[in-house]
């Protein structure tokens, strides 16, 4: 085909085949209305589309020197750009497509592919790669995009993925996705505040160095904890969290620390404990929200993290009460034994109970609880201080575990 081939604001009532055909200049369908466009095998230096009406788009295995302009079309039913070879750039922003726009097997797009407030049945670039040419900007860049299925799974993208804002309403497949060439203090994906079914976040990644999905909103989430990219967690929610069996707290402690990266957030802490309890997981969540206040107490002011340091030591911040339990039986044993070797004394000789040293050592510890022995009985020299210091522990003990308790039961 020699020369351009305007096709403007043309209305065809018919299909349009131009089967492995070749173009020596622009093919323009701007605002066309036809039945179908195929230009399977052919060869372009340009497409301009924009605002294309008609049921399907196929390009498969076209080859398009330069860009391809569909903005604005309404597809009724595919775009097929299977195993295409594009120099430069798709725009897809504000594209409509009924069923699904087709990348895969072997896409190559030179700079960029915008599917920006697109609407979209599904979304499927398994095995493209993008951005191979050049360029700064995110080569994939789908923010708002509404879709029922995005997959890109085994994709090979330049300076980042954008997925800020979708609206997902079945899988987003991101495993084994390679990003190459983001700035150090970029993320290579970006999934802020996008809502999503189910996502499989499982990237390579030794090229993905970071994903960012603060405050997105997923039904159920598929990582690789282990070796797996760093997270922006800020405001993340999701129903289930894979893979999460019993006893992995410790390894999803590791990938939360790494993910925060040393800043204290609450809510990353409190959603995986709330993956957790919907398991069933009790333990497994309590020990999470043990470590959240861990990670508090080393943002505390010196004065602070002593009394927090201590809810921590004698009750596990009321999560776990039977320590405290356990500490007031070292104790009572410690006391008796001294108490029983050391008898303290009569406060007022021949009145008051018969002395017993585990009640007496109880009547130290027990700050509310009135035994009589603590009145009748007076210790001296060195066990006075042990009585001391029986008395000031009981203090802390019940305080500590009051706290901790309180915190623990005024949770919503």
């Known amino acids: ?96 497509i009924g069923s699904w726009f087709n990348g895969r097997f072997g896409l190559s797009i030179g700079m960029r592919l915008t599917l920006a407030s697109a609407r979209i049945g599904g979304v499927d670039l398994r095995q493209a790669d993008i951005g191979h040419a050049g360029g700064i900007e995110q080569a994939l860049d789908a923010h708002l995009v509404t879709c029922d299925t995005f997959w890109a799974s085994d994709i090979r993208v330049a300076h980042g993925i954008i997925l800020s804002g979708a609206q997902i309403n079945g899988e987003a497949l991101l495993s084994k996705a390679v990003v190459h060439g983001t700035p150090s203090d970029e993320p290579a994906i970006r999934l802020d505040e996008i809502h999503v079914r189910r996502l499989d976040i499982d990237t390579a990644r030794t090229d993905t160095r970071s994903v960012s999905m603060r405050g997105a909103t997923i039904g159920k989430l598929v990582d690789r904890p282990e070796g797996g990219p760093l997270l922006e967690l800020d405001a993340l929610t999701y129903e289930r969290l894979e893979q999460l069996p019993p006893h992995s707290t410790h390894t999803r402690l590791t990938w939360l620390k790494e993910s925060l990266g040393g800043q204290y957030l609450p809510q990353p802490y409190e959603q995986l404990a709330a993956a957790y309890r919907v398991l069933g997981h009790d333990s497994e969540a309590r020990r999470v929200l043990r470590a959240k206040h861990r990670h508090h107490r080393s943002a505390l002011p010196w004065t602070t993290k002593i009394w927090d340091w201590l809810q921590d030591v004698v009750a596990g911040y009321g999560y776990r009460p039977a320590r405290a339990g356990g500490w007031l039986v070292v104790l009572t044993l410690l006391g008796t034994l001294v108490f029983s070797i050391y008898e303290p004394h009569r406060s007022e000789p021949g009145r008051g109970p018969a002395f017993n040293p585990t009640v007496y050592t109880l009547d130290l510890l027990l700050p509310v609880i009135d035994f009589g022995q603590e009145k009748a009985f007076t210790s001296a020299g ?17 305080t500590t575990l009051v706290a901790g308790l309180t915190r623990v039961l005024g949770r919503p």
Request: glycine share 8%; net charge negative; hydrophobic share 45%.
């Open 382 to 398: 060195w066990p006075q201080w042990l009585a001391y210091l029986l008395i000031a522990s009981g203090w802390v003990l019940a």
């Open 1 to 96: 085909m020699t020369g351009e081939l305007d096709l403007t604001a043309a209305t065809i009532d018919c299909e349009i085949d131009f089967d492995a055909c070749s173009f020596s200049d622009v093919l323009s369908l701007r605002h066309a209305t036809t039945l179908a466009v195929y230009l399977q095998g052919s060869h372009l230096p340009e497409l301009s589309a924009e605002a294309l009406r008609c049921p399907g788009l196929d390009m498969r295995d076209a080859v398009v020197e330069g860009n391809v302009w569909i903005q604005g079309s309404d597809i009724s039913i595919d775009l097929n750009l299977d195993r295409a070879k594009i120099g430069g750039w798709i725009n897809g922003n504000l594209l409509t």
